[in-house]
């Protein structure tokens, strides 16, 4: 009876703070919608570095929600940024930026993209200061640009190189008594995005691959740091191999512009704006500035328009979200681009590691539809490899960063069985009744026969098949060397390049600008984005409640919570899919 009233005392106050959550959702919506932000004199662009960085945000005060810390994930739009910086150039009312932090999370060629725009902003000859108690290496990257950087005198600095780590969990399935089935295409010995699930360390065609995409990365942030800071690439390497940590070292090398306290650089920011005191400093978000000038491309007024789609995350089936890309949404928004008179033209940004093979294609198929009818032009963020490439691999015109992830040109079919789990864990036993040998196929409890194995790999290499071909029709490239190149290999931007699987060097705005080109398009063109945003009430409704029962289970489970969510995860990613290299981190 105590446990009971636990639990109902427990759901009475679950449900009290869910409707006292959405009570102040809405009066946050209210007070946002009531007056328009105004533009002031003398202000300063803040840029907070310590955030996530993603290629769209939602609009959405509570987007990413943290319900257990009762605050939410800070995460910065890369085209609100980059459309802010383009706009502020020539903004009399904007006299600089301040860089706030310095532990941006954010993927190489996301900070490439950043770093790029605030060097042109500099070009319009106004300061860009920033301070931070702690800088990353990528915080030191986009730092690097600014006329003056200053580091808390006992803060803290990395500047150690690039690594690169991959999670192996094939001992984790086999204590839970699961037993995953992998069926590789023909030949994608690259294709280590399985790796994980058979291996407990990586293999020699992997470790080779990761170690040459790792020193293309670095060549191009050694040489971005030397050029902005004066320093020899050597030199640099040698600071590296020697670990640096030391501020004050950093000072003498030059690798940071001075040591300061907050209240220093408070002083700073109040002198630059002739402000009489720092709460009299005009700040305003690159967000909140894009947004109040129309910069994000929203406008529905002009007749000349490039459509921007933007596609972020794992390819799944259905609708996905903003940052899953679901293969209905995202062809519904390539469609209606396409059959939108008004647009032009198309951008397609794709920001995905890849996902399943029959989403892919889906996506793929509108693309192909579209570059019929007007310029298609795909923009490569952080990674677009495997499925992320495939959708991208018909565009006219290519573009990637040099230390984009892509490639990855391959596939793989996985399932799961959990026999020893149903029947030695659990105690559980499944009988089957069938009309055909293969009727049960994919259940839970059985593993494959080699039959079916033989049958299951024949699909994997037509896929595999399917996708060379798509290569190299796109692409006008020989089957036999799309091969060759291909296998499940990953490459860089650079790399990309040089192999014929991109066209150019460049961001989403040199894209757009390409986009109109191949249009005709003259200035006062707009630029308009897709798919529509989601609610924002309907989106933070949704993630709240996936967050709390995942959370409250998991809470439940105490240190099996883990396995719980390699199950999730393994669920999510069963069936044929095309993808790179699961939880592949980069720093």
Known sequence: M????????????????????IFLLFASIASISSPELEIKDKSILHIDLNATFVDRAQDNPFAQFDPLSGSPKRANGLTSIISA??????????????LDGGVPLAGNATLKEIRDALIDFKSSGKFIYGYSEILTQKGLYLSSVADSFFLNPEGILEFSGLSASVTYY?????????????????????????????????????????????????????????????????QLNLTADSLLTNVH???????????????????????SSESEKFSAVNFISPAKYAKQLDLNG?????????????????????????????????????????????????????????????????????????????????SMGDVAASGG?????????????????????????????AQDLMNEKLGINIETVKTNTHSDIGTIDRDLSPSERRILIRQVDNIYGTFKSRVAAGRGLDLAFVDSIGQGRVYSGLRAKELGLVDLI???????????????????????????????????????SDQMGGASIKAELGEFGHYLELLEQAQSRKGMQMRMEYDLVID
């Open 2 to 21: 105590k446990s009971f009233l636990k639990m109902l005392l427990a759901s009475i106050i679950g449900g009290a703070i869910l409707l006292f959550l």
């Open 85 to 98: 910086l383009k706009s502020a150039q020539d903004d009399p009312k904007i006299i600089g930026i301040y």
């Open 170 to 234: 094939r001992k984790a399935l086999e204590k839970l008594g699961v037993k995953p089935v992998v069926l590789r295409a023909t030949g994608n010995k690259f294709k280590s995005a399985v790796e994980p699930y058979l291996l407990d360390e990586m293999s020699n065609s992997n470790r080779m691959q990761l170690s040459e995409l790792l020193n293309s990365f670095w060549g191009t942030y050694l040489s971005d740091l030397a050029e902005s800071k004066g320093i020899s690439i050597a």
């Open 249 to 271: 070292a950093a000072k003498e090398l030059g690798l940071i512009d001075g040591l300061a306290y907050y209240d220093q650089i408070q002083d700073l920011l109040t002198q």
């Open 298 to 378: 929203n406008s529905e007024y002009s007749d000349q328009r490039v459509a921007v789609i933007i596609a972020q995350g794992e390819i799944r089936g259905g609708e996905g979200s903003e940052y899953i890309i679901g293969s209905d949404r995202i062809a519904a928004a390539v469609r209606q681009a396409r059959l939108n008179d008004k647009v032009k033209a198309i951008v397609l940004r794709v920001n995905s590691p890849g996902g399943s093979a029959l989403a892919s294609e889906v996506i793929w198929r509108e693309v192909d539809l579209a570059r019929t009818e007007k310029p298609v032009i795909a």
């Open 389 to 417: 490439y495939y959708i991208a691999c018909f565009a006219d015109t290519i573009l990637a960063q040099p230390n984009t992830v892509t490639g990855s040109i391959g596939a793989f079919g996985l399932f799961f069985t």
């Open 506 to 544: 460049g961001g989403l705005s040199d894209a757009i600008n390409i986009a109109a080109e191949k249009a005709g398009l003259e200035e006062g063109y707009s630029v308009v984005t897709y798919p529509e945003l989601e609610d924002p009430l309907q989106a933070f409704i949704k993630e709240f």
